[in-house]
């Protein structure tokens, strides 16, 4: 809060950045947001392991997409953060933020309605084969297979890239944050190409995971207040 006076009596005004970074504060900060969602998105894949990955319903496939679940839960919030904790000054700015928040959002949800349909098909199936089978059905339907499956659901880290670097670019972050999330998706999309069990995918998770933990400690820094004067007609 900034107390300004001019000749007059002592005027008191409440600094827009005093309360966008107040309002970014909540039960869940963005400390613990931003090093939650990829540390449950790695926990998924490291409980996938004892099944080498596969479709196969069980306690181990019931437990990583429950994980994931919960993670692109958190990676929604994430996005619906974005425009209280950034202040974007400009046009581009604005647009770039809107973008990377909607962009968040939309793909986690579409993560969110695939690992429901992975559960609810774990528990229905009795093994392997009708488990595919199920998949197939959703996938049958027009569109499912891009939105849910596809491209939809992978961009959510195309937005955290923008995200990332837009906080650098109006200096709510460092450099260094932006550069490990965009090297840990670019790891992580390369290590795709080789397979999921690649070795190269849980590096580009935990890189992940360490340029959002360090994103999500500057974030939870509340901004520098612009500093105003209110002159009264004298300019005193």
Same mark, same amino acid.
Request: charged share 15%; proline share 5%.
């Given at each position: 809060?900034?107390?300004?006076?001019?000749?007059?009596?002592?005027?008191?005004?409440?600094?827009?950045?005093?309360?966008?970074?107040?309002?970014?504060?909540?039960?869940?900060?963005?400390?613990?947001?931003?090093?939650?969602?990829?540390?449950?998105?790695?926990?998924?894949?490291?409980?996938?392991?004892?099944?080498?990955?596969?479709?196969?319903?069980?306690?181990?496939?019931?437990?990583?997409?429950?994980?994931?679940?919960?993670?692109?839960?958190?990676?929604?919030?994430?996005?619906?953060?974005?425009?209280?904790?950034?202040?974007?000054?400009?046009?581009?700015?604005?647009?770039?933020?809107?973008?990377?928040?909607?962009?968040?959002?939309?793909?986690?949800?579409?993560? @969110? *309605?695939?690992? %429901?349909?992975?559960? $609810?098909?774990?528990?229905?199936?009795?093994? &392997? /084969?009708? =488990?595919?089978? !199920?998949?197939?059905?959703?996938?049958?339907?027009?569109?499912?297979?891009?939105?849910?499956?596809?491209?939809?659901?992978?961009?959510?880290?195309?937005?955290? @890239? *923008?995200?990332? %670097?837009?906080?650098? $670019?109006?200096?709510?972050?460092?450099?260094? &944050? /932006?550069? =490990?999330?965009? !090297?840990?998706?670019?790891?992580?999309?390369?290590?795709?190409?080789?397979?999921?069990?690649?070795?190269?995918?849980?590096?580009?998770?935990?890189?992940?995971?360490?340029?959002?933990?360090?994103?999500?400690?500057?974030?939870?820094?509340?901004?520098?207040?612009?500093?105003?004067?209110?002159?009264?007609?004298?300019?005193?």
């Amino acid at each position: 809060m900034n107390l300004t006076s001019s000749t007059g009596p002592a005027r008191t005004r409440i600094d827009t950045d005093d309360l966008a970074a107040g309002s970014a504060r909540g039960p869940l900060s963005d400390r613990v947001l931003f090093a939650a969602a990829p540390a449950l998105f790695l926990g998924g894949w490291l409980l996938m392991r004892p099944i080498d990955g596969q479709s196969e319903p069980g306690g181990w496939w019931t437990a990583a997409h429950a994980v994931w679940l919960a993670g692109f839960v958190l990676f929604a919030v994430m996005g619906l953060r974005f425009g209280r904790i950034v202040g974007a000054r400009t046009t581009g700015q604005r647009i770039a933020l809107t973008t990377s928040a909607v962009i968040v959002v939309v793909s986690s949800l579409a993560n @969110i *309605v695939q690992l %429901v349909i992975d559960l $609810v098909g774990g528990f229905t199936s009795a093994n &392997s /084969a009708e =488990l595919k089978n !199920a998949f197939s059905e959703v996938k049958d339907i027009p569109g499912a297979e891009a939105l849910i499956y596809g491209v939809g659901a992978q961009i959510v880290f195309v937005g955290l @890239i *923008v995200f990332a %670097v837009l906080a650098a $670019v109006v200096r709510r972050a460092t450099p260094g &944050s /932006a550069a =490990l999330v965009t !090297a840990g998706t670019v790891v992580m999309a390369v290590g795709m190409g080789f397979g999921r069990n690649h070795w190269t995918v849980p590096l580009g998770m935990v890189c992940l995971l360490a340029g959002l933990a360090l994103l999500g400690r500057e974030l939870d820094r509340p901004a520098a207040p612009a500093r105003r004067t209110d002159r009264g007609p004298s300019g005193a």
